[in-house]
């Protein structure tokens, strides 16, 4: 099993900056895929950014290309998202996801919600304009 726990969410005008993190623990995350998505009220989780278990590959949805950054600590287990130029309509519940590397994103892909095993309880992000 693996658990994890975002944190750094907030309230933040448009504009600014935040930086989520993903603490993980249980069996050896850095064996792990990582991703980040979304969901904003009324809407369906969508896909944020992800990056492998080696840290070699990186990739982002296109609303978000150029602002956000995804990054990975394997020795402290945690992967960040960082935010930037922050806008309204990335206003919404922040998760992070988790799939063994060997799976190969279960091949649904790296933007599947389905590719993941292993999810966090989410953390809210608000972005006031």
């Known amino acids: 099993q693996v658990q994890l726990v975002e944190s750094g969410g907030g309230l933040v005008q448009a504009g600014y900056s935040l930086r989520l993190s993903c603490a993980a623990s249980g069996r050896t995350t850095s064996s792990y895929d990582m991703g980040w998505f979304r969901q904003a009220p009324g809407k369906e989780r969508e896909f944020v950014a992800a990056i492998r278990w080696t840290g070699s590959s990186t990739y982002y949805a296109d609303s978000v290309k150029d602002r956000f950054t995804i990054s990975r600590n394997n020795a402290r287990n945690t992967v960040s998202l960082q935010m930037n130029s922050l806008k309204s309509e990335d206003t919404a519940v922040y998760y992070c996801?988790?799939?063994?590397?060997?799976?190969?994103?279960?091949?649904?892909?790296?933007?599947?919600?389905?590719?993941?095993?292993?999810w966090g309880q989410g953390t809210q992000v608000t972005v006031s304009s």
């Open positions: 996801a988790a799939v063994w590397g060997g799976h190969s994103w279960s091949g649904y892909g790296f933007n599947d919600t389905r590719s993941y095993d292993y």
